[in-house]
């Protein structure tokens, strides 16, 4: 029987939309790995009673595994720990050497901090020492400790408790594995694999089309657990199954493949980023760009290892930018306007010339709010992609959304018509 | 008393940590402004049964209201309708008027489909027309229409059922807000106070300590609900107060300052990139950045009219491009290196004379998870912010966590160097 778990996510600042989450997912994805299964995840305030009600909810659903995250910070509103004692039905306790070891890393990072006070760090850490008699204790990574609490005497969930920001969260998962309490949860664990499919270019209606004619046609999807999903304009298939239906999920690739093959871009996976990385093998790539403000060279950057091939690129918001900085004529600029098919690729051309790059790339448009016309509304983009004296690709979008959706919509377009063209032309 | 409500974002692939949730924080915001208090954000996947539990468990704990997100799609795995009339004891009935609405709408659509077929349409569109008895169709902003459920015969919570798309979700909540249903569990909200200050270089456990002794020194906190919570490397005190209580935050805000003049840079929740731009008056700014690949220019042109001052940026990666496109020395970069605080002061000069910009950045660093060394490990990295001609600021620092981190903190680093040179000279 597969184990199923709950995420439990306390923070007011998450409850109010300060802050977006970050450990759900990622705990998720973590749980799927293990082959538990999740079955909820609750994003409660720093109230007790609210918290205590969602750890109730879970132990009534019968879940095996809770996590927790955040919660265990110096001030008075963070009371996981002691919440989860009482949710087990254990006393809290002082862990004397624990103490001790949370004051030697404040007073390693002590240096860091501009104003301090010794009192403070003092009081903060006794309250992190206080635990769950019976807890395993995960060693801080910042400063607080985390749990691994056993079922109280009454049975219910284990309850691995860890902190809030995900750099802490993240190694000390690690940590939580290793421990006998959720080894003995995870030993009743059975393997899913959950596969993802990318497509471009096809309406989530047509893909319902096309699942409906598979079943009729013989296609066993009835060990799959599939779901489909917009996503930044791509359509993902995401689908679970235990390894024995791996056949079928085969079988159901080959199917899809048949029916979409256009637009089936990634069968593993695999991003457009990643794919477009790879497909460069290397080549050197260079940005010029305008209404995208840098977020596609950011973009091309976020992989480690990218100072590798990517050399750089200009930002030319303003009309001399573009001519100075990419060498755009001033008169194409005057006779198309800056936002024109004919300014796009001299900015593809202009990226190769001043970085010496082997591609380029140009993007000028419209990302709003301000800066429509009638007849280049908000949401026109043109587009280019070129090789150093060689194949190219260009194009002009209308993108829906705000200035954000616009700006990522555009760096997306983009990634697929470089994998286009290098998989042409590479 | 103050309505209370909960979330049930739908979807395997939020719950699986595919995609991340934007609707509940939106949604968990709108809510505050309404003066509703939220007690749980539930992610479940899209196991009808685990909805159900969701929504069960929300009646338990009495909230007046539920806000659904996602499951509304043509795919067999959308649900949310259904799983709602079932919780509301409502039959489920199909709309002729609103199928051909739909229907309309995909057909307006057909154009920029590549593949397209006029029997899915059909198909996802019938689907989508099957709602509750007795509910309010909010009309579609995409194809899916939303829903507002009235409480069934037994009592229990309003559920409002909305798109998962944040583009469609967020218009339709405007028409959920008009309809009577609604409008009945609003009219028993009393409005509360939600406000934001932001510090920076405060560690939290001392902030621990300055309310307990403002509280000792008679500072009224008890009105207050206070969360602190560390956020990219600023602080936030996040502060919940009824109307009654201002007199006791304004003190509050005061004691902050009495104790944290300093740190205390937005006492009115002010991010510090609104503060900058509102600082540069107009002025011009360019950027010359290395490891942060683009990042910093795009969190500058974030902004909607951010084109009037951001005049652009150049990413640097390579050493010839340093040279080439932001004017570095060579032999400069070749004395200090090209992680180095000389480079950093020459890059943010080379943007200035580039772009004729009034003020430059300059940012050089180590992002990881490669290229780091004794002496620059990774996360070292050198910031420069100038004037043409005029006042400056230059700094080293060494920032935690992994390469998104490091590029993500380097941008806010600038921008608290940019804010403070701006305010001493500005």
Not at 54 to 82: K, M
Not at 260 to 280: I, R, W, Y
């Amino acid at each position: 029987m597969t184990p199923r778990a709950g995420i439990v996510v306390t923070g007011t600042e998450v409850l109010g939309g300060i802050i977006s989450d970050r450990n759900g997912p990622w705990l998720s994805e973590r749980l799927r790995g293990e082959g538990v299964e999740l079955a909820h995840i609750m994003v409660v305030g720093d109230r007790p009673g609210d918290m205590r009600a969602a750890l109730d909810f879970l132990a009534r659903e019968g879940v095996d595994l809770v996590i927790t995250s955040g919660g265990l910070g110096p001030t008075a509103d963070d009371l996981t720990a002691e919440v989860v004692g009482a949710f087990t039905g254990r006393a809290m306790a002082l862990d004397t050497a624990l103490e001790e070891r949370i004051l030697a890393i404040l007073q390693r990072n002590r240096a860091s901090w501009r104003t301090y006070s010794e009192e403070a760090l003092r009081a903060g850490n006794r309250k992190q020492a206080i635990v769950p008699a019976g807890a395993t204790i995960l060693e801080p990574v910042g400063t607080a400790p985390g749990l691994v609490v056993p079922p109280g005497a009454d049975g219910g969930p284990t309850v691995v408790v860890l902190p809030g920001p995900p750099g802490e969260l993240q190694p000390m998962w690690g940590a939580a594995l290793a421990t006998a309490p959720l080894q003995a949860v995870l030993a009743r664990a059975a393997t899913l694999e959950q596969r993802l499919m990318r497509l471009i270019g096809v309406p989530e209606s047509e893909l319902a089309l096309s699942l409906e004619a598979m079943a009729q046609a013989g296609v066993a999807l009835g060990a799959l657990e599939i779901t489909t999903c917009l996503r930044r304009g791509e359509l993902e298939i995401a689908t679970t199954f235990s390894p024995e239906a791996a056949g079928d999920y085969d079988a159901f690739v080959a199917a899809v493949r048949a029916r979409h093959g256009d637009a089936l871009f990634s069968a593993d996976g695999a991003t457009v980023d990643e794919q477009v990385a790879a497909l460069l093998g290397g080549r050197t790539i260079a940005v010029a760009e305008s209404c995208t403000g840098g977020l596609m060279t950011g973009r091309l950057t976020d992989r480690a290892g990218s100072s590798e091939y990517v050399l750089g690129g200009v930002v030319v918001y303003s009309n001399a930018a573009k001519t100075a900085l990419a060498g755009v004529p001033e008169e194409l600029i005057e006779r198309h306007g800056a936002v024109s098919p004919e300014v796009a690729v001299a900015l593809a051309d202009g990226a190769i010339a001043r970085f010496g790059a082997e591609l380029g790339i140009g993007i000028t448009g419209v990302a709003g709010p301000g800066g429509g016309s009638a007849e280049k509304p908000v949401g026109t983009v043109c587009l280019s992609v070129a090789e150093a004296g060689g194949a190219r690709a260009d194009r002009t979008v209308r993108l829906p959304g705000d200035r954000a959706m616009v700006r990522e919509r555009s760096t997306t377009v983009v990634l697929h018509m470089l994998r286009r063209l290098l998989q042409r032309h590479g």
